[in-house]
C-alpha cells in the first residue's frame, strides 16, 4: 500500500490531463509556471524529454498518443450542471517498481477526461462520475480508477463546483481505439431520490 501511495505522488503530475482555473495547455509536460514547479516539488525525479509528447518518472515512461482539449459534452442533470471538455489517451511503460500497482502488467493505456461537476441549488446533491464506466471499441468494460482520478464526485452540499480528471486503464494500445463509450450514473438527493435520468453515455472519438 505504501508502494502504491507513493506511486500516486508521480502519477498525478505525469498523467493529469489539465488542472482547473485558466490553464489551458495539457499539464503532462514541464513549464516555468508556478504550479508546475509545484508538482514538481512533490515528485523532483519527474522529467519531460525534448519531445514533448513523452514523459519520464519513477511510475514509467508515459507517452502521449492523441488528445483533444475542445470537447463539447455538455448536460444538464436536474439541478446538476455537468461536461466532458478533454480527453486524452497514452501510453504507459510500468516501471517494474510499480508493477503491483497495474496488476503486473508492464503496459497499460491511459485515458483521462477532464470533468466539470457544479450543482445549482442549495440543496445537498450525490453525484459519481469518477465511478463512470468506460467501453471501449476493442470491446473492453472498465470502471474508472478512483486511486488515481481526482475527487469530481461525491456529495455536492449547496452550490459547489467541482473539476478534475477521471482516468481508466484499458488494455489495447491507444492506435487501436476508435471511440469511447462513457457511462455515469445520475445524480440523486438527500432522499436517495433521482433528480434527473437514471443513466447518462457518451461517445467520445479518440482516433488521430
Not at 501511495?5 to 509556471?33: I, S
Not at 514538481?40 to 514509467?60: F, M, Y
Not at 471499441?137 to 474508472?144: D, F, R, Y
Amino acid at each position: 500500500m505504501n508502494m502504491k501511495r507513493f506511486g500516486l505522488l508521480v502519477a498525478v503530475p505525469l498523467l493529469l490531463l489539465v488542472g482547473c482555473g485558466e490553464a489551458d495547455e495539457l499539464k503532462t509536460t514541464a513549464t516555468d509556471t508556478e504550479e508546475v514547479a509545484e508538482m514538481e516539488a512533490s515528485a523532483p525525479e519527474e522529467s519531460t524529454s525534448e519531445n514533448e509528447d513523452i514523459q519520464e518518472s519513477e511510475l514509467g515512461t508515459n507517452k502521449i498518443y492523441m488528445k483533444n482539449k475542445a470537447l463539447t459534452i455538455t448536460e444538464t442533470m436536474g439541478p446538476i450542471q455537468f461536461a466532458i471538455d478533454k480527453v486524452q489517451t497514452s501510453r504507459l511503460t510500468v516501471a517494474e517498481a510499480y508493477s503491483d500497482s497495474f496488476d503486473g502488467q508492464e503496459e497499460v493505456t491511459v485515458v483521462a477526461m477532464n470533468m466539470i461537476v457544479e450543482n445549482t441549488v442549495d440543496e445537498t446533491m450525490s453525484f459519481h462520475p469518477n465511478q463512470a464506466t468506460l467501453v471501449t471499441s476493442t470491446g473492453e468494460q472498465v470502471s474508472s480508477d478512483l486511486w488515481f482520478s481526482d475527487d469530481v464526485g461525491g456529495e455536492f452540499l449547496g452550490k459547489v463546483k467541482k473539476e478534475g480528471n477521471v482516468l481508466f486503464f484499458v488494455k489495447a494500445k491507444p492506435e487501436e481505439l476508435t471511440d469511447l463509450k462513457v457511462v455515469i450514473d445520475g445524480p440523486f438527493d438527500e432522499q436517495f431520490d433521482k433528480v434527473a435520468e437514471e443513466r447518462y453515455e457518451y461517445t467520445i472519438d479518440v482516433s488521430k
